[in-house]
């Protein structure tokens, strides 16, 4: 197959769609254009490993293999507008670029605070320099406001915390991580964050945001006041869709896509943290992830239907999160269950069942030190994509093996 792909978004999406086109035998010119300077790099090392320093950018791909793959890499570039008649996209330096198939794949970015934008020390966290602006201003004798319980603040007070900064979340539901984890493991992670000394304020609302000098100073509408020298908000992300609604493309929280990745224009398609999309194992609700391996999955799939080898994205939402030595891990949807069944693990480990009505299992999710419950959770997966309904007392138990439970 021969023409032009372009692909919108030089993320984790966009490179491995790239990639994948060349592996499938795409012989026309594919053309990945990112607002990024950096070549597509990784994001979840970025409130881990890269601001502990352990790791500096994890770029998805050599520059060798963008060369021997011919595929054109242009960075810092933005696509300002679509032209879906012409088929042709803008660009930011002026140019204009026509296609056979067009891929948005923008990701999405921090939600910010009102009022907070030109305050210089309160910052988000999404892109290598932003993780670069946190890691030069923690450490030893610092203080690090983290505005929001969610995974990424939680990470990244694990990190901070791990190089000595004396850390607060400040959180405005009940609990942690309130939008995507069951209460129980929400509660192992807040423990284990309270034990390694980070303040953990829930209910708390914030009255007013202000910097004096170098100084961020936060009220809480409780009259508490925090004073730090750096405060990070994490209080979710945004897809950018923008160039998809000038284009008048359907959007639904996200670019909206069929199972197919197509959007509602046939040479336009859609993938990772952008676009909506019918979950296949939960009868076609639609859903927006943010979540890494939907984000490379999806790519793989859109490079594949934009061949035109039909292929049907059907995967099972799957998100993990380290924090500390810690290991959460989520399959499937828990809000989509009725029930929970527990089962620990000799090693202290813990897993829940997440049940529906009819027995059927809809989710797992599980928390433990490494990889402890990776295996376990995989299986899951399976058994989630398989509908499986298991006995409720064969998941309690920790001798009875996941794997025999698929082959029944
Ligand atoms: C700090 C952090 C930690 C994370 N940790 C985990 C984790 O532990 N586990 C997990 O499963 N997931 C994690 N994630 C989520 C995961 O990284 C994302 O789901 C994934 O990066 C999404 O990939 P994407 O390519 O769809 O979007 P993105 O990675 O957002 O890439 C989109 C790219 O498109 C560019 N772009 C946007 N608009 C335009 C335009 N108009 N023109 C050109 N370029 C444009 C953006 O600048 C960006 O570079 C984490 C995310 C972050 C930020």
Redesign the pocket.
Known sequence: MTGTIII???????ARAAFSLRERGYEGRIVL????RHAPY???P??KQTIDGLQSIQHIAEDENYRTSRIEHMGG????AIDRHRRAVSLSDGRTLPYDKLLL????RPRVLPGAESLTNVLT???FDD?MKIRDRIGVNRSLAIIGGG??GL?LAATARQLGTSVTVIESLPRLMARAVPAEIASIVQARHQQEGVEVLLNASIASLGQDDDRVRIRLTDGKEIDADLAVVGIGAIP?TE?AEAAELAVDNGIAVDAFMRTSDANIFA????CSFPLQAYDGSRLR???????QDQ?ITAAANMMEIATEYDGIP?????QYDLTLQIAGLPSHATETVRRELPDGSLLLFHLDARGRLMAASGIGRGNAIGREIRLCEMLISAKAHPRREDLASPSTRLKSLLAA
Do not use: H, K, Q, Y
């Not at 794949?105 to 999405?108: F, K, P």
């Open positions: 919108a978004g030089a993320g984790l999406c966009g254009i990112g607002r990024e990784d994001r979840p970025l409130s570039v933005d696509v300002i794949a923008t990701g999405a966290l999404r892109s993780a995974f990424i990470e950018n160039l993938a990772g943290d952008c992830l943010e979540s890494w391996r939907c984000a790519g799957w998100f993990w999160s380290d």
